[in-house]
Protein backbone atom coordinates (compact mmCIF):
# COMPACT_ATOMS: atom_id res chain seq x y z
CA UNK A 1 0.00 0.00 0.00
CA UNK A 2 1.26 3.53 -1.18
CA UNK A 3 0.47 6.98 0.18
CA UNK A 4 0.00 10.19 -1.55
CA UNK A 5 -1.24 13.42 0.62
CA UNK A 6 -2.52 16.38 -0.40
CA UNK A 7 -3.01 19.96 1.35
CA UNK A 8 -4.28 23.21 -0.12
CA UNK A 9 -1.83 25.59 1.15
CA UNK A 10 -2.63 27.81 4.30
CA UNK A 11 -5.17 30.97 4.17
CA UNK A 12 -3.63 33.42 2.03
CA UNK A 13 -3.53 37.59 2.74
CA UNK A 14 -6.35 37.68 -0.32
CA UNK A 15 -8.14 34.56 0.78
CA UNK A 16 -8.67 36.56 4.28
CA UNK A 17 -9.60 39.54 2.40
CA UNK A 18 -12.05 37.54 0.26
CA UNK A 19 -10.43 38.38 -3.25
CA UNK A 20 -10.12 36.04 -5.71
CA UNK A 21 -6.27 35.37 -6.12
CA UNK A 22 -5.83 32.73 -9.30
CA UNK A 23 -2.08 33.13 -10.30
CA UNK A 24 -1.89 35.78 -8.46
CA UNK A 25 1.77 35.64 -6.08
CA UNK A 26 0.44 35.97 -2.92
CA UNK A 27 1.88 34.65 0.33
CA UNK A 28 0.38 33.26 3.33
CA UNK A 29 -1.66 35.40 6.34
CA UNK A 30 -0.69 34.89 9.80
CA UNK A 31 -3.97 32.18 10.21
CA UNK A 32 -2.24 30.57 6.84
CA UNK A 33 0.97 30.21 8.89
CA UNK A 34 -0.48 28.53 12.20
CA UNK A 35 -2.60 26.57 9.34
CA UNK A 36 0.83 25.04 8.01
CA UNK A 37 1.99 24.47 11.16
CA UNK A 38 -1.19 22.71 12.17
CA UNK A 39 -0.90 20.41 8.89
CA UNK A 40 2.71 19.55 9.80
CA UNK A 41 2.23 18.39 13.21
CA UNK A 42 -0.57 15.89 11.50
CA UNK A 43 2.25 14.86 8.95
CA UNK A 44 4.58 14.12 11.67
CA UNK A 45 2.51 10.93 11.22
CA UNK A 46 3.67 9.88 8.32
CA UNK A 47 7.04 8.60 6.35
CA UNK A 48 7.17 11.18 3.28
CA UNK A 49 9.52 10.64 0.70
CA UNK A 50 9.25 13.43 -1.90
CA UNK A 51 7.28 16.60 -2.20
CA UNK A 52 5.66 18.49 -5.24
CA UNK A 53 4.63 22.03 -4.73
CA UNK A 54 3.51 24.76 -7.18
CA UNK A 55 6.12 27.70 -7.69
CA UNK A 56 3.72 30.19 -5.73
CA UNK A 57 5.17 31.32 -2.88
CA UNK A 58 1.67 30.46 -0.94
CA UNK A 59 1.99 26.96 -1.38
CA UNK A 60 5.67 27.27 -1.18
CA UNK A 61 5.71 29.10 1.81
CA UNK A 62 3.70 25.63 3.38
CA UNK A 63 6.01 23.21 2.21
CA UNK A 64 9.20 25.01 3.69
CA UNK A 65 6.97 25.69 7.15
CA UNK A 66 6.02 22.04 7.41
CA UNK A 67 9.35 20.41 6.36
CA UNK A 68 10.89 22.78 9.30
CA UNK A 69 8.32 22.12 11.61
CA UNK A 70 9.23 18.54 11.38
CA UNK A 71 12.80 18.41 10.34
CA UNK A 72 12.37 16.50 6.97
CA UNK A 73 15.07 16.64 4.33
CA UNK A 74 13.68 15.38 1.22
CA UNK A 75 13.69 16.16 -2.75
CA UNK A 76 11.41 19.21 -3.37
CA UNK A 77 9.71 19.28 -6.93
CA UNK A 78 8.12 22.50 -8.18
CA UNK A 79 6.23 23.36 -11.32
CA UNK A 80 3.38 25.78 -13.03
CA UNK A 81 1.63 22.43 -13.42
CA UNK A 82 0.14 22.94 -9.94
CA UNK A 83 -0.31 26.75 -10.01
CA UNK A 84 -3.85 27.89 -9.19
CA UNK A 85 -6.16 28.07 -12.30
CA UNK A 86 -5.89 31.58 -13.65
CA UNK A 87 -8.86 33.65 -12.98
CA UNK A 88 -8.20 36.31 -15.42
CA UNK A 89 -10.02 39.52 -15.40
CA UNK A 90 -11.38 38.54 -11.75
CA UNK A 91 -7.91 38.55 -10.14
CA UNK A 92 -7.42 40.75 -6.68
CA UNK A 93 -11.47 41.48 -6.90
CA UNK A 94 -13.61 41.29 -3.71
CA UNK A 95 -15.90 38.05 -4.48
CA UNK A 96 -19.06 39.41 -2.97
CA UNK A 97 -18.72 42.75 -4.99
CA UNK A 98 -18.38 40.39 -7.84
CA UNK A 99 -21.43 38.91 -6.92
CA UNK A 100 -23.50 42.54 -7.14
CA UNK A 101 -21.93 42.85 -10.58
CA UNK A 102 -21.95 40.13 -12.09
CA UNK A 103 -24.90 37.92 -10.06
CA UNK A 104 -24.76 34.86 -8.21
CA UNK A 105 -25.24 32.48 -10.63
CA UNK A 106 -22.56 33.81 -12.71
CA UNK A 107 -19.40 34.00 -10.09
CA UNK A 108 -20.83 29.96 -8.99
CA UNK A 109 -20.40 29.20 -13.08
CA UNK A 110 -17.08 30.81 -13.08
CA UNK A 111 -15.56 29.14 -9.66
CA UNK A 112 -17.24 26.19 -9.58
CA UNK A 113 -18.33 24.62 -12.99
CA UNK A 114 -16.08 22.26 -14.92
CA UNK A 115 -16.22 24.04 -18.57
CA UNK A 116 -17.13 28.04 -17.39
CA UNK A 117 -13.75 29.85 -17.75
CA UNK A 118 -13.51 33.93 -16.46
CA UNK A 119 -12.89 36.55 -18.41
CA UNK A 120 -9.26 36.13 -19.60
CA UNK A 121 -8.91 32.89 -16.77
CA UNK A 122 -8.54 29.58 -16.98
CA UNK A 123 -11.87 26.98 -16.07
CA UNK A 124 -11.28 24.21 -14.57
CA UNK A 125 -11.09 21.94 -17.75
CA UNK A 126 -8.08 23.93 -18.33
CA UNK A 127 -6.67 23.57 -15.04
CA UNK A 128 -7.35 19.91 -15.00
CA UNK A 129 -5.28 19.60 -18.50
CA UNK A 130 -1.97 20.88 -17.26
CA UNK A 131 -2.43 19.11 -14.09
CA UNK A 132 -3.07 15.91 -14.56
CA UNK A 133 -0.56 14.67 -17.27
CA UNK A 134 2.26 15.73 -14.44
CA UNK A 135 0.74 14.02 -12.54
CA UNK A 136 0.92 11.26 -14.49
CA UNK A 137 4.51 11.30 -15.71
CA UNK A 138 6.32 12.95 -12.61
CA UNK A 139 3.73 12.19 -9.33
CA UNK A 140 2.41 8.81 -10.35
CA UNK A 141 5.70 7.07 -11.05
CA UNK A 142 6.94 7.80 -7.82
CA UNK A 143 3.67 6.31 -6.20
CA UNK A 144 4.37 3.54 -7.96
CA UNK A 145 7.59 2.96 -6.73
CA UNK A 146 5.78 2.85 -3.11
CA UNK A 147 7.19 6.38 -2.05
CA UNK A 148 4.76 8.05 0.35
CA UNK A 149 4.51 11.52 -1.42
CA UNK A 150 3.10 14.84 -0.54
CA UNK A 151 1.38 17.49 -3.21
CA UNK A 152 0.88 21.10 -1.79
CA UNK A 153 -0.93 22.98 -4.12
CA UNK A 154 -4.14 25.45 -4.53
CA UNK A 155 -8.02 24.79 -4.41
CA UNK A 156 -8.44 23.76 -8.12
CA UNK A 157 -5.37 22.43 -9.02
CA UNK A 158 -5.82 19.88 -6.43
CA UNK A 159 -9.98 19.90 -7.27
CA UNK A 160 -8.60 18.85 -10.85
CA UNK A 161 -6.12 15.86 -9.02
CA UNK A 162 -8.73 14.62 -6.61
CA UNK A 163 -11.19 14.69 -9.94
CA UNK A 164 -8.96 12.40 -11.74
CA UNK A 165 -8.21 10.24 -8.42
CA UNK A 166 -11.96 9.78 -7.02
CA UNK A 167 -13.33 9.68 -10.82
CA UNK A 168 -15.55 12.49 -10.20
CA UNK A 169 -18.00 13.64 -12.37
CA UNK A 170 -18.29 17.39 -14.36
CA UNK A 171 -21.31 17.96 -12.61
CA UNK A 172 -20.35 16.23 -8.97
CA UNK A 173 -16.98 18.36 -9.30
CA UNK A 174 -18.90 21.82 -8.66
CA UNK A 175 -20.17 20.68 -5.38
CA UNK A 176 -16.39 19.96 -4.15
CA UNK A 177 -14.05 21.87 -2.23
CA UNK A 178 -11.08 21.58 -0.41
CA UNK A 179 -10.56 23.84 2.60
CA UNK A 180 -6.79 25.70 3.27
CA UNK A 181 -4.56 23.73 5.40
CA UNK A 182 -6.76 20.68 5.65
CA UNK A 183 -4.89 17.24 4.71
CA UNK A 184 -7.14 14.90 2.51
CA UNK A 185 -4.73 10.84 2.47
CA UNK A 186 -5.21 8.28 0.02
CA UNK A 187 -3.96 4.60 0.33
CA UNK A 188 -3.54 2.76 -2.72
CA UNK A 189 -3.21 -0.78 -3.60
CA UNK A 190 -0.57 -2.02 -6.15
CA UNK A 191 -2.98 -1.38 -8.91
CA UNK A 192 -3.15 2.01 -7.53
CA UNK A 193 -7.06 1.76 -6.87
CA UNK A 194 -7.84 3.50 -3.55
CA UNK A 195 -7.82 1.85 -0.84
CA UNK A 196 -8.91 4.20 1.53
CA UNK A 197 -9.08 7.94 2.09
CA UNK A 198 -9.08 10.02 4.79
CA UNK A 199 -10.21 13.77 5.37
Do not use: C
Not at 84 to 95: A, F, I, P, S, W
Not at 96 to 114: H, L, M
Amino acid sequence: MVTLILLRHGESTWNLENKFTGNTDIDLSPLGIIEAKTAAHLLKNYTIDFAFTSVLKRATHTLEIILNEISLHIPVFKSEALNERNYGDLQGLNKTETKIKYGEAQVIAWRRSYNVAPPNGESLKDTYHRVIPYYLSEILPKLKANKTTLVVAHGNSLRALVMYIENISEKGIADFEIATGVLRVYNFDDEMKIVDKKI
